[in-house]
């Protein structure tokens, strides 16, 4: 229906935003957030029945103000600060809420209170990926490889925690921040890994999540840039984002490393990548989880062929990285690059034994992989039972059309 995809649209991009400007508006995080949802699902009856707005932030802004005024009304609470909001005037014009200068800080501090220590680690990123990221909880639980009720029940904890404990909305102060960067930082790689391969829909990238992620690690190093891991994660998403220009053909398809065109590779942001990545070098007592992914990708941004790619350094990055951060999903890369560097053979035993750990469930990435590597072998049949049971699990429509051309005959 006319109208609802534009809502969808206003959602991706401009949640956050508007979420943080509520959040500084009402001084009431969890507040803020139903604000903007109840805004959004005004839009839906709204737009598709009188047309989309001209200036749609402004007016999702505008009903969020006004149920904000209508939430203190129903309190009965005559304070000051329902004084405020029942009797500032509204804003000329645009009725925007925010100052286009100061949208890098409401966004930071809006993730600095969903990473604030009363709420576990879990609660924190869970938090962040929906009111930063704009995620849906189908979403965020893909990307923490969680069930979908488990991320519903984390977020309804957090807000109440957050209420409770009357967490102000705004920057910490300097030695307030260290605490909570972990947290904020694996938001925003959570929130980049979203962007740059979608775990679902119809577009392979998400450009707007990947280029949000990428702003707001930007801010976090002016915040913060003696920090090496915020170099190394700022790094690792300029050198992954600079190859998005040759991942996806002229029908939006993706692009495989293999059959990319590294011409079209943004060579100003490998630049960046590699500049920030050698800052992190100096700044710090040797490279982090997010320095030592970041040299991965340098080395697939230096290299000028697949063919020409130093596998056996990124073998070892790989085996570094598994010590600093260790996971399934590092394990399953180091299968990759091991493949590429001594052959399927020598891989194919790493990528079974997470099948017999039974490693990664739900996800398509480990049937897509290890069918891969028995197709490189000539083990077709068994092939063919992996690549299906990928195609089967993948809920992303592009990645999956991809998967199904593996399977049609040579």
Known sequence: MAGRDEVAAVWRIESARIVATLARYTGDFSLAEDLAQEAFASA???????????????????????RAVDTFRRRAALDERYATLAHEPA?????????????DDDVLA???????????????????????????????????????ATVQARITRAKKTLAAAQVPFAVPAPEERRARLAAVLSVVYLVFTEGSSASSGS??????????????ARVLARLVPDEPEVLGLLALLELTAA????????????????????????RSAVRR??????????????????????????CHAVAPSVAETDWERI???????????????????RAVAVSMASGPRAALPLVDALVADGALPGSHLLPSVRG????????????????EAAVALCDNDRERALLRRKLEPA
């Open 372 to 387: 891969e590597l028995l197709l490189r072998l000539g083990r077709d049949d068994e092939a063919r039972a992996e690549i």
């Open 110 to 148: 809006l993730m600095f209170v969903a990473c604030h220590p009363v709420l576990s680690r879990e609660a924190q990123v869970t938090l962040t990926l929906r009111v930063v990221g704009g995620l849906t909880s189908a979403e965020i639980a893909r990307s923490l490889l969680v069930p979908a």
């Open 273 to 298: 990548g590699r500049g920030a990545l050698a800052t992190a070098g100096r700044v710090g007592r040797g490279l982090g989880a997010y320095g030592v992914q970041a040299a991965i990708a340098e």
């Open 44 to 66: 839906l009856v709204s737009w598709p029945r009188d047309g989309v707005p001209a200036n749609p932030a402004g007016w999702l802004l505008t009903v969020g103000r006004r």
């Open 91 to 103: 804003p000329a014009g645009a009725d925007l809420l925010w100052d286009p200068d100061e949208i």
């Open 315 to 333: 073998v070892v990055l790989y085996e570094a990285l598994g010590r600093l951060a260790p996971s399934p999903v590092v394990e399953l890369n």
């Open 243 to 266: 190859r998005f220009p040759a991942r996806l053909d002229e029908d939006g398809e993706p692009v495989l490393l293999e059959a990319q065109d590294r011409r079209r590779w943004d």
């Open 203 to 216: 577009d392979w990238i998400r450009r707007d999540l990947a280029h949000e992620a990428i702003r707001l």
